[in-house]
């Protein structure tokens, strides 16, 4: 059966984890490790899609739960699939919305590597009577965030969405927990979220089916566990192993509860367990050192919102840090953003421009810092590929991370 998706490596670390390679989709070619722009209502938030693609994307990622409330699967599914909708013709990943029903029941904020130190177990907790979502083993009752109204996902529902809306890539529908849920509510979880794969696998195959003239859609499956090595372990080896109808993952997502210090470790057991042909995505990482982090462990393809929510409030990734654009030392910069930028951004503005913009509260403003700190993410990561397949990788590690943290450590001294 050919499915028009597969993954091919091309260059590997001495660790035999990291890898460099080509996802290919019906929509075109991956190069990993690619970081996948976040559109996620079908947009990347006041940036058209040529401008998108201007600064290097290779895909863009929207979340199933967003497009399920507003506008509906139907009309992306009738306008031909999610990129046709949005006007972007390169490979599309859709999240399977688990993450964003679930964390309206745990109340916390929609950060993506959770980092416990900065939810106290109140806010974690955060419900019990306003609670938004409620799961049991069938699936998920949650609250619209946009009017009330109550909707219930199940693996079933996700499934259906995910087809209606026709990206490359699609995930399983998981349960989420935080690091504050107890080591028995996480086994409990992870058999449910077991279950569901199976599930998500069988619905999957039987949409497919239904409409082969469709190009194939690639279904990974979400490896969770938190903090557990049994359990992340036990979960990628299930996953890998699961067949339904003739039917496996095409590919992983790593989900759920991450403490930074832990990123490197868990992507390690995950991918020690997962075969080697098949892509893994991390799901929701936000700086430079989670990449190198994440890559060397053998994550390929990766999204992150941080790059667009930051510039919206003027925040700038440079090589050296990152910075506040609407600060009173840059009123009168006519520099660029950030020196040697090939971005749009720094080749036609200055500084001192973008601060005027903030300033005044113009549109322009968030949509030039996006393409500048997209752009520099991609090319982060660009340049990480590149140090795979040249051998230079630990080299460039090093020079990168010591420039970029060098003025937090001399700021914060
Ligand atoms: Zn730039």
Known sequence: MTT???FERTAELANGLGRAGVIHTPHGDIRTPAFVVVGTK????????????????????????????????????????????????????????????LSLGAGFKKVLSMDSARHTSEQVI???????????????????????????????VSMRVQHQLGADVIFAFD????????????????????????????????????????????LFGVVQGAQYEDLRRMAARDLAAMTIEGRSFDGFGIGGALEKENLGTIVRWVSEELPADRPRHLLGISEPDDFFAAIEMGADTFDCVNPSRVARNAA?????????????????????????????????????????????????????????????????VDAIRRSITSGDYAAHKAEFLGRFYARRIASNA
């Open 175 to 218: 349960e989420l927990t935080t690091l504050l849920d107890t080591r028995v509510y996480q086994e409990e979880s992870l058999e449910r979220t077991r279950r569901w794969a199976v599930r998500c696998l069988t619905a999957h195959a039987r949409l497919t089916g239904e409409r082969p003239e469709r190009p194939y859609q690639a």
């Open 4 to 6: 028009g998706f597969s």
């Open 42 to 101: 079908a947009s990347v938030k006041g940036v058209v899609p040529e401008a998108v693609a201007a600064l290097g994307a290779q895909a863009v990622l929207a979340n199933a739960y967003h497009l399920y409330l507003q506008p509906g699967p139907a009309i992306i599914d009738a306008a031909g699939g999610l990129g046709r909708f949005m006007n972007w013709p390169a490979p599309t990943f859709t999240d399977s919305g688990g993450f964003q029903v």
């Open 316 to 380: 700038i990734y440079t090589a050296d840090g990152r910075y506040n654009v609407n600060t009173a030392a840059h009123r009168n910069a006519l520099a660029p953003l950030e020196d040697g930028c090939d971005c749009y951004t720094c080749s036609h503005y200055t500084r001192a421009y973008l601060h005027h913009l903030f300033k005044a509260k113009e549109m322009l403003g968030p949509t030039l810092a996006t393409i500048h700190n997209e752009r520099f993410t991609v090319r982060l």
């Open 126 to 156: 955060a419900g019990g009577r306003d609670r938004l979502a409620t799961v049991d083993d069938d699936g998920v009752t949650f609250v619209s965030h946009l009017n009330g109204s109550r909707h219930r996902f199940t693996p079933e």
